[in-house]
């Protein structure tokens, strides 16, 4: 009996432990829902969306397809490229990654060179993976072959962080963003530098002096100075201009089994960056003005020393006139009035001053001429004087011919 009793006791003890236990977990439980569920994913989730929206509005401000009304007033990069060009793309995500850090009045604009015809030929630009960059006043400041960015940020007063800063700060974010792409972007990377390598050991700088020079190569020739060395080749694509000195940029390619007597390269344009007249040329200039002009004026003196004339007229003789005065008499054989005012001039020519010269001009055979100095009637004077201007005297007496050349 008392086993049976201890039984019992035993049994609503256990009962009793187990009521306790599932009243402190639904305790527990009420009290977790209770507690209210935190807003920090939604608020963090929201906050992300307006940063990138804020990003892309300043990504909008400083790079943007091409227009006119966009760079007028502005210092701008021009980026030239086209869709089929990989270090393009590659340039451009470099571009979009540093944007933010461009100062604020950063503008590069994008032009592509196979729908942008115009803007291809206004700055002549023969290639794309080019920048331009243009001053306030759309002056072409500087032109490269292969863009940098560290350019760029100098161009707009903006400092750009070094390439191991940069690298460090593209790697934590990569992580951070769980990317998994970083062995194909350091090979790309590699593949840009080694196409960079390429082009800089393929494309040289001339500097070309004013004038030919007298050489011998295969045989007594005319040879351009570069660098101070007689160059001996053809530049694809480049006219040269004495007087003036040139810096080039060069494409040098190696040509597979030359001739025998001929160069082992062969050398074409890629773009002039200068072109200026030489000292020596403006020396000359400056000698050609003043021999001009004293020739001029001993003309002046001769022909103010000269006899007066009185001669038929001709256009090479008038031809010879200009710049001095001279008159244009228009006569008639069956005119009375002309007769007598040829006999007046015939007799009294060595009257008139020193250097005077008059053109006995036919009436009826000098139509163009007549017209134009508009001239409807025999015994007419035209008096022009040393500016070509001109003044038309009707019924002319010899005493205006007098006045004329008096003044």
């Known amino acids: ?5 201890l039984a019992f006791c035993l049994g609503c003890l256990l009962l009793l432990g187990g ?26 989730s929201e906050g992300d969306d307006i940063l990138e929206e804020e990003i892309e509005v300043v990504i909008d401000e400083k790079y943007s397809d091409y227009s006119f009304e966009l760079r007028e007033g502005r210092k701008v990069v021009l980026f030239f490229y086209s869709d089929t060009c990989q270090a393009c793309a590659r340039w451009e995500e470099e571009l ?5 850090d461009l100062p604020d009045a950063a503008l590069v604009l994008k032009v592509n060179v196979d729908t942008s015809k115009d803007v291809v030929e206004e700055f002549e630009v023969m290639k794309d993976s080019v920048v331009v960059f243009l001053d306030e006043e759309g002056n072409v400041l500087k032109k490269l072959m292969n863009p940098d960015l560290a350019k760029v940020f100098t ?12 690298l460090e700060e593209e ?8 990317i998994l792409d970083e062995v194909v972007l350091v090979d790309l990377e590699t593949e840009k530098k080694n196409e960079q390598e390429e082009d800089l050991s393929s494309v040289v700088t001339f ?13 007594p020739q005319k040879c351009l100075m570069i660098d ?24 040098k390619d190696v040509i597979e089994n030359p001739p025998a007597d001929g160069s082992s390269f062969s050398y074409n344009l890629v773009e002039i960056v200068s072109k200026e007249v030489s000292v020596l040329r403006e020396e000359l200039l400056e000698e050609d003005e003043v021999v001009l002009e004293e020739n001029i004026i001993e003309k002046e003196i001769q022909s103010d020393l000269a006899s007066p004339r009185y001669e038929s007229y001709s256009s090479s003789l008038v031809t010879a006139e200009l710049g001095r ?28 001053p020193y250097g005077s010269v008059i053109f006995k001009t036919d009436f009826d055979t000098e139509i163009e001429l007549r017209a134009t100095y508009g001239v409807t009637q025999q015994t007419t004077l035209v008096l022009i004087d040393k500016d070509g201007s001109h003044t038309v005297k009707l019924d002319a007496q010899f005493s205006d011919l007098r006045a004329f050349f008096d003044s």
Not at 155 to 166: C, K, T
Request: hydrophobic share 40%.
């Open 1 to 5: 009996m008392k086993k049976i009793f």
């Open 19 to 44: 009521c306790n236990s599932l009243d402190e977990i639904t305790e527990t439980e009420e009290l977790v829902e209770a507690v209210p569920v935190s807003n920090t994913e939604t608020e963090l």
């Open 96 to 100: 979009k990654s540093v944007l933010l």
């Open 155 to 166: 161009f707009f007063g903006g400092v750009m962080l070094n390439l191991d800063e940069q």
């Open 171 to 178: 790697d934590l974010v990569y992580e951070e963003k769980e």
């Open 207 to 219: 500097r070309v002096g004013s004038e030919l020079v007298d050489c011998v190569g295969v045989a």
């Open 228 to 251: 101070d060395e007689y160059f001996y080749d053809e530049i694809v694509g480049f006219t040269y201009e004495a007087g003036y000195e040139y810096v080039l940029r060069v494409r």
């Open 325 to 352: 005065k001279y008159v244009l008499y228009f006569h008639a054989g069956w005119c009375p009035n002309c007769r007598r005012l040829d006999s007046e001039i015939s007799g009294l020519n060595a009257t008139l």
